[in-house]
């Protein structure tokens, strides 16, 4: 069959020709004549016209069947008409000369029609073969000689590619038309004998042929095409229409890829090698990577617009092996981190989008994602310097490659899973501190005053913050700090939101369990009672008969177990007050019977009505400043000594408590002499003077920071607190098993402890264990463990 050409248009004159009517068959009509119709009447001519068939003189024997009517049978001659003698010379000379006018481009002097029918007839004959040998000669000679100019005349690359397109497209369009003229050949002797090539293929062979023959011809235009090619690249402008037309002439001929192709990919391998060596050592990271996503989309460009298809694959693997492959570490080592603290998103995702064309590029990109995350980390938990703003970086530091692994990763898993494993690892390079430091921050963001957030910003935050809550290790720390502040801020009315803080717990218990959250909740039930037993006592108040000083107390019943555990503190309060805590005990303690109360002076507070010059003012105090207050009742001033003789308060709690009230910035005490450090000696005067805009005023209690001493105590605590559950967990194992060897108890106990354990700190529990005769160590192995029932 013959073989479509895409780029050669047929513009031809060539109409379209029926092919010639074959023999006809023996035939025999009958036909019934009226004598009476007129000769000349239109039927009787248009019956009459039978005698003519197909062009032949028929012999009409006419039967007298009818008076009226006359039977005609009508029959082929016996033998086909002879062909003049030279019939076959004449006939060539005429298709011979069409040939050679159409491969000059000169006027043909006979029909079309009158050709095809030559043909047609020269077939019927049985001179198919002679015919078809005398094209494939003729076509031969021409093609031959149009290929051979090439080597003789000589003229420059571009001039020279310009002939060739030109003599290609020309011997395409000859081939079209004089396939049409011997289109009657192309469809019978072509088709009935497949060892020979159709006329179009027959033109193709030939010139493929002369072609490849001439070497020269075919280096010289290989050479052009990848001259053209080579200009291109280095941004001058080429004739792409004749990039694709020769292109197409090598695709076509069937020699592309032996020819052309692999000497394209070797010259684009070399530009490319030599290209990304010079460019690494020249560009920062992002131009460099602008610049590869540039040339693999000009490449792609090459394929749509001249290139075959077939080379698509090829060519792009070159340009990524050559300019990413070949450069994934240098790249990685010389620009990831930048883009990555500079949050260049953009740079980002073109670096993901070309590391994801090549072998192993996401699985190195994601190997450096990690270890970017595990540096700049480590660097913001290590550093007790910034233990102040440690949360908050590390809140915005997840936020940050969150959204890097959405836009730029296209939240691609395994970058996801890398940067979960990233965090979990440096944050707990830093014992204990993360976990305190983010009790401390929830602490501040659910105390009251707190209005930096809306209710929803803030449940985003606690979400948040559970995120890096997961990826500590150990959240009995947190759970320690966490209860102390919670206290804190339940006891001294300092939560911002119930609903918030029922969030917090909702979240952590979510996330470890009831156990973890027991005394948490238990805290809030403490509340929720002592709000009833308020109420109970205030009704007991009413009915009462005593005679008690306008007063009104709450007082908060707190389940030992629950609390953090807060040292007694004795001071002198006044008579009313002791009054109403001793009618307080008598009522709880005759609905409770068998309870003991202990009085916590440390997390009290008040609220004073006191008269000044400017008017009257509420002042919401601690307990502590509350008593130094009343003595002002007596006198307008008091030394120090005597305070702190009146009140009984330790002495850094009082020198903070009479800081807060003298030197702060509501100072309704006058400090004598002044200054901010309180000394044995000072004095202190009510300041009749004080003047404030707000009724209502509260004076903040100086708080002492926390000191090493104190977390100290609180991690002691919460390493007591994992003796425990050791001990617990290894007699739970022992008592399941009865019998187990040293190293699968040390395994079960790694799996089973919820907290960072070393094993010879288990070995010492273990050790414990034995001495307290719950387990014994086998007396045939020393290294199997038995337990004792």
Known sequence: MSRHVSNVEDRSPVKRLEEPQRSPKKLRLEIEIDENMSDNSPERNRRANFSNVNGVNRNLNIHSVKPTTKKLIIKNFKSEPKLPDDYHETTWEKLKSAVIAIQQSKPNEYLLEELYQAVGNMCSHKMSHILYNGLSHLIEAHVCSNIERFITEPMDRFLFLKKMNDTWQSHCNQMIMIRGIFLYLDRTYVLQNPNISSIWDMGLDLFRKYFMLHTLVQTRVVEGLLMLIEKERQGDKVDRTLLKSLLRMLTDLQIYNKAFEQKFLQATERLYATEGQRLMQELEVPEFLAH??????????????????????????????????????NILQKGLDNLLEENRLHDLSLLYQLFSRVKNGLHELCLAFNAF????????????????????????????????????????????????????????????????????????????????????????????????????????????????????????????????????????????????????????????????????????????TLDLIPLDM????????????????????????????????????????????????????????????????????????????????????HSFEYIKAATNIEDGELRRTLQSLACGKARVLNKIPKGREIEDNDKFKFNNDFVNKLFRIKINQIQMKETTEEQKATEERVFQDRQYQIDAAIVRIMKMRKTLSHNLLISELLAQLKFPVKPSDLKKRIESLIDRDYMERDKDNSNQYNYVA
């Open 292 to 329: 590869v996503d540039k040339r693999i989309h000009e490449e792609n460009e090459r394929v749509i617009h001249y290139l075959d298809c077939s080379t698509k694959y090829q060519l792009i693997h070159t340009v990524e092996k050559q300019l990413l492959s070949e450069h994934i570490n």
């Open 373 to 544: 995350i595990k540096k700049k980390g480590r660097t913001i938990v290590i550093d007790p310097e910034k233990d102040k703003t440690m949360v908050q970086e590390l809140l915005d530091f997840k936020d940050a490659m969150d959204n890097i692994v959405a836009c730029c990763f296209k939240k691609n898993e395994m970058f996801s899973n890398s940067l979960k494993e990233a965090f979990e690892h440096f944050i707990n390079q830093r014992t204990n501190k993360p976990a305190e430091l983010i009790a401390k921050f929830v602490d501040s963001k659910l105390r009251a005053g707190n209005k930096e957030a809306t209710e929803e910003e803030l449940e985003r935050l606690l979400d948040k913050i559970m995120v890096l809550f997961r990826f500590i290790h150990g959240k009995d720390v947190f759970e320690a700090f966490y209860k102390k502040d919670l206290a804190k801020r339940l006891l001294v009315g300092k939560s911002a939101s119930v609903d918030a803080e029922k969030s917090m717990l909702s979240k952590l218990k979510q996330e470890c369990g009831g156990g973890f959250t027991s005394k948490l909740e238990g805290m809030f039930k403490d509340m929720e009672l002592s709000k009833d037993i308020n109420v109970a006592f205030k009704q007991h108040l009413n009915i009462s």
């Open 554 to 637: 709450t007082v908060n019943i707190l389940t030992m177990g629950y609390w953090p555990t807060y040292t007694p503190m004795d001071v002198t309060l006044p008579p009313q007050m002791v009054k109403f805590q001793d009618i307080f005990k008598e009522f709880y303690l005759s609905k409770h019977n068998g309870r003991k109360l202990q009085w916590q002076p440390t997390l009290g507070h008040c609220v004073l009505k006191a008269r000044f010059k400017a008017g009257q003012k509420e002042l919401v105090v601690s307990l502590f400043q509350t008593l130094v207050i009343l003595l002002f009742n007596e006198s307008d001033e």
